[in-house]
């Protein structure tokens, strides 16, 4: 039985789980005006989750052998437990997309720079939008507001009200 966006529960969180994903790793995308109003909410209870938790990061010590066999201590910085439980959350509501090689960068170059990176869309979330919501919030004293729909008027072919959505 079909649902809202004229879809059955499935299908809807599939398009809900790939335009947040998009949204998230373009900044902007053109969609249908009812499908933006869905995504709207969604997305901005992700961005909420990422700007509550993202500096909970805890140091941990960790012995590792060196090339020669002797125990070296080194620091770590992991995520901290409601970090990771957001993180988790994240990844469960999101599709991972991969990080895509420039035309002018080298295979060399794009192996170094995404090396450390697993999950791209989540690790841009939490170092890239989080900090940077987070500040927003903290000057204008109020959170959320991470989204804007503008409409752009009726698709040619079947008359849909067309809009887009963007990360302010």
Known sequence: MPGKLGRPAKERVALLRNQASQLIWYGRIETTLAKAK??????????????????????????KQDAKGKDVTVKVVKDGAKKLAARRAIMAKTYDLQEVKAFTESKSAFKARTKDVKHPLVEKLFNELAPKYAQRA????????????????????DAAATAIIELV
Do not use: S
């Not at 869905?38 to 012995?63: G, S």
């Open 138 to 157: 903290e000057e204008l004293k109020q959170g959320g507001g991470y989204t804007r729909i503008y409409q752009l008027g009726e698709r040619r072919g």
């Open 38 to 63: 869905e995504l709207q909410p969604y997305v901005e209870k992700l961005i909420t989750k990422a700007v509550n938790t993202f500096d909970d990061n805890v140091e941990v010590e960790v012995v």
